[in-house]
């Protein structure tokens, strides 16, 4: 293949649902990709990537990340939206979440009175959140 972008993304068996997305990898040279069974986070697999380089092999991370969300304002349940999206309605004072698993990267991330809408977010408790990528 010649050198640019590549993305690797792995799928169950008889499911479109994505377990690993590596994000865009720069490739300029050949390169040796191998799937193996990861403990951590979210993903079954991560990645090992040999090439002709130093390092030789390098481990290639799933382009998502894993947040966690404490909702520790008193008295008024909430919605939290994520890029546009509802990811958790009706969270109530004091509730933590287990892990999530987003998208790396920039989030527009908005909180609103419950059942209010993302277009009364209150400005004050939302904006860009920076998602780094989870340790493999």
Known sequence: MPAGGYQVRITGT???DIVYDSGTLP???????VAVDSVKGAS??????????????????SNSAEVRIVHAVESVDVDVFVDGAE???????????????????DRNVAVAPADQGIGNAVTTLSGTLTLERRAP
């Open 14 to 16: 008889n499911s479109t």
């Open 27 to 33: 490739i300029g040279s050949d390169v040796t990709v």
């Open 44 to 61: 079954p697999v991560s990645l090992l990537v040999w090439a002709e380089s130093d390092p030789a092999v390098t481990a290639v991370l």
């Open 87 to 105: 990811a958790l309605g009706d969270f109530a004072y004091s509730t933590a979440t287990g892990y999530l698993v987003l998208p790396a990267g």
